[in-house]
């Protein structure tokens, strides 16, 4: 109630109040001004100051500075002008015509020479014995069948007196049957069949004698052994296998016949040897290493990612370090199964021809494998390619004039150790800068800082 009477007795104030409220914010909302009635300042002299005042002009657009349109920017450019024709020369900026030529794709990989191991032959006694003589040293070139040792076996000296017997029992059961025939009426037949089973008998002893002898590597013919006396067979089988030059100087009186060889299977290089006279050796035992030189093949450990891209067949190119010929030049022949476990790396083999003698096994080099070859590509020094930071591309500097470059965006392909092919931005006849290009790129990035 109290309430009630105090707005009664204060109701035209109120409506005062809230009418002032009521134009201020109409005025705030619609952006009214007071009106201004004194004079201007640029008005005439003596000009009454009871003037019309000037008249309003409606309020300014209010537009956010946000949504305002951006003045225009003037775009970047990818051209570089020197002051003159002189400046270029200063600058010694050298420049290559862009050309079209065969441009092959090579895979390159680190690599070594080794020796062709299926001319390699790692030689062992077949008989436990004593080293009896080492008549080769490592260097030596040996032909195929040459002596290199000589080693002394009792299984030697067994197995020759096994023939020997063998040789006297056959012959002496031969002249027996021989005999027994000529006298068919007062033998009987079976024991001429049998005296014929013995006989068969000691021809298998005697083929088994020559077998034990030939895997002793002792090769030994029945045939030269027929018509010999027995100091003639027993000579024959005392120097077997041993050099000729050799055989005439022995006494067989004195001289034990318990001797085998150590042959090269084949023309090389005697590239290792662990003999010594008078040392035990036992079958297995690698004493001699005999190598064919004439080949070598060169491993190239290509990476896993380039590796697919190799056939057999393919060029490959070598250059052991510190090698003064030309490069070595073969074909892809072996490409490997698997992937080293260590290095995940594939070994791809190539075997070259070693005519000089001057390819060393375990030598350490460079090689490239050819995987492509474009017949017709245009191709740049690899000094005028450079990489466009703003573009994410790669970009060449191409004359306009004597004083002007463009920097134009290329798309690369393959790149050699010289040039870098271009994939169709350019066109024969371009001329590029090349050696000292970089100066072309820093003041390129110097006018786009400062267009910013």
């Not at 390699?120 to 008549?135: D, E, H, K, Y």
């Not at 190799?310 to 190119?317: A, D, I, K, P």
Request: aromatic content about 6%; proline content about 5%.
């Amino acid at each position: 109630m109290r309430m009630l009477r105090y707005l009664r007795a204060n109701a035209s104030n109120l409506v005062v109040f809230a009418v002032l409220g009521l134009i201020l914010y109409l005025g705030h909302r619609f952006d009214w001004k007071i009106p201004t009635f004194t004079a201007p300042s640029n008005a005439a002299p003596g000009a009454s100051s009871n003037a019309a005042p000037t008249p309003k002009l409606p309020p300014p657009s209010r537009v956010s500075a946000a949504h305002a349109p951006a003045p225009p920017v003037e775009p970047k450019t990818d051209r570089i002008e020197l002051a003159s024709a002189e400046t270029m020369a200063k600058t010694n900026i050298q420049m290559r015509t862009v050309q079209s030529a065969p441009f092959p794709e090579y895979v390159s990989a680190n690599g070594s020479i080794d020796y062709v191991k299926t001319r390699m032959a790692q030689l062992s006694t077949r008989a436990p014995g004593v080293v009896w003589q080492v008549l080769a040293k490592v260097g030596d070139s040996v032909k195929e069948g040459d002596t290199l040792a000589i080693v002394e076996s009792v299984e030697v000296g067994k197995a020759k007196s096994e023939f020997l017997q063998a040789v006297v029992q056959f012959e002496l059961k031969e002249k027996i049957l021989n005999v027994s025939r000529n006298l068919d009426s007062t033998i009987a037949r079976k024991d001429i069949v049998e005296l014929e089973s013995r006989l068969r008998e000691a021809r298998i002893q005697k083929i088994n004698a020559q077998q034990t002898l030939i895997n002793l590597g002792l090769p030994i013919d029945i045939k030269d052994c027929l018509g010999l006396d027995d100091d003639g067979l027993i000579r024959k089988l005392h120097t077997l296998g041993l050099p000729s030059d050799w055989a005439v100087k022995f006494n067989p009186s004195v001289t034990t016949a318990n001797l085998v060889p150590l042959k090269a299977p084949f023309a090389g290089t005697v590239i290792g040897t662990d003999l010594v006279k008078g040392e035990s050796i036992s079958p297995g035992q690698a004493k001699i290493v005999v190598a064919n030189t004439d080949a070598m093949w060169v491993v190239l450990d290509v990476g896993i990612e380039d590796s697919f891209r190799v056939r057999l067949g393919q060029e490959l190119t070598f250059r052991p370090d510190g090698y003064q010929d030309d490069d070595i030049v073969s074909t892809v022949t072996w490409i490997s199964s698997e992937a080293d476990p260590k290095t995940r790396r594939v070994q791809v083999r190539a075997e070259v021809k070693n005519t000089k003698a001057s390819l060393r096994a375990n030598t350490f080099g460079a090689g490239k494998i050819k995987v492509r070859e474009q017949a017709n590509a245009l191709a740049v020094a690899n000094d005028g390619v450079h990489w466009d930071l703003d573009a994410k591309s790669h970009m060449v500097f191409v004359s306009v004039d004597s004083k002007t470059f463009e920097a134009r965006r290329v798309r690369v392909g393959a790149r050699s150790e010289k040039l870098t092919e271009i994939l169709g931005d350019l066109r024969a006849g371009d001329r590029i800068a090349v050696e000292g290009s970089y100066l072309l790129k820093a003041e390129l990035l110097r006018q786009r800082s400062a267009s910013k």
